[in-house]
């Protein structure tokens, strides 16, 4: 009784077949790719005979000669070949051994040649072209319903915008800025830092950095409150010996004033180099410009400007590009 089984014929491209086949004698299982008829062609009684003529691969002529092949495959493509193979009862090495196995012999390279041939590798990627053209078509759609292609323009536009032209951006808005999603990504990209009063006693940043500082609107005739940030945007806690350091050093120090300023609710000052802008109660009005002196005199600086903390006590500037 012959040893030798096929388990399974898969048809691959014109007469190339992948055959697995199994070996009662030494319970293996093994994959080769061969050149058949047409599958209509192979008859039980075609198929007892090959199995009778096939030799199984590890019985194939060993040498002496190794070599090791690494191969670069997407992810998604290695578990989906993976997945096959165990369907077939072989594995991914055993593959990709037939593959080159098959590529190796003489007899087939016109089987291979037709394989690879131009005319196949056009179809192939004419397929693959309209595949990507199906996927552009549906993200331009997703894009247009959600309105991202509108903000792709926005930040295409505004790419290179400079501090005291988004400063310039935001004047003139209601009492807080109210930054559009847009901006709000325009200041995360560029590296702002929006800062305004929020109620009476809340200092907001916005931007590069999410921070919440709080003051004591009570003391109308001094500073409500003294905000100082680490380097990378962190507000410092009062008590700390690093917010006393650098309080000492007057580094990256806003002092914030509440109606005590310019007839203005919210006032701040700093030697962090930045833009002001002003905001007003319900918006600017052109009508009222003679008497309407703002509601706030708001900030924004670039988070790059801050001083890096030193262990010598003297300030020095880090800068990041965004």
Known sequence: MNATKITHIVPLFGDIYLVVVENSEIEKR????????????????????????????????SSDRFEDIIIE?????????????AQLGVSLEQLVLAFIRFCGCTDNHTALKEWFSPINILTELASTIDELECVRAELIEIKQRFGLDKQEAFLKAKANISLKEF????????????????????????????????????????????????????TKDSPAGVLVLSEHGKLLLDDSEMYAEYIKENRNVITVYYCCRDNLNWVFETDIPHETFLTYDGGYDERYADIDDGFARCMVFELCSLSAHQDNGSPQRKFWTT
């Open 30 to 61: 093994d994959v080769m790719l061969l050149v058949l008829p047409t599958k209509d062609a192979l008859t039980p009684e075609c198929i007892e005979n090959m199995e009778k003529t096939l030799l199984f691969p590890c019985c194939l002529p």
């Open 73 to 85: 495959v997407e992810s998604g493509l290695f578990e989906k070949v993976t997945k096959w193979c």
């Open 167 to 218: 400063a310039t951006m935001l004047h003139g808005r209601d009492c807080q800025p109210n930054l559009t999603p847009e901006e709000l990504l325009l200041a995360k990209k560029r590296g702002f830092v929006v800062v305004y009063g929020d109620s009476d006693d809340r200092v907001e940043f916005e931007g590069a950095i999410r921070e919440e500082g709080h003051t004591n609107p009570l």
